[in-house]
């Protein structure tokens, strides 16, 4: 029986979790065949920008929340950064 918190959830997040675990694995397969083509670094550049297009398009689609203070933009920023660029970066 589902409860009252699931039945309204929207449908796309069904599908949320299998189409993250889709993309961050095929992320290392482009790599490696976008390296033949592109230095490292401009490679991961011209990724993030087409993810920051396409994560800002979604957001304001779905009206996500934004961070309401100076330091809460930090924070995330903070984080973005160390997800990103540190782990990525040293791949």
Known sequence: ???AKTAQRPPWQAIAPG???LL???GFVFSKLGL???RP???LLLRFALVA???LTASLAMKAPWPKSRREAVH???VG???QFVYLGGC
Request: hydrophobic fraction near 85%; charged fraction near 0%; glycine fraction near 0%.
């Open 53 to 55: 297009v396409l994560m």
């Open 19 to 21: 189409l993250f675990v």
């Open 81 to 83: 950064v160390l997800l």
């Open 36 to 38: 033949v083509y592109a």
């Open 76 to 78: 995330v920023a903070v």
């Open 41 to 43: 670094f401009t490679f």
């Open 24 to 26: 961050w694995a095929t």
């Open 1 to 3: 029986m589902l409860s």
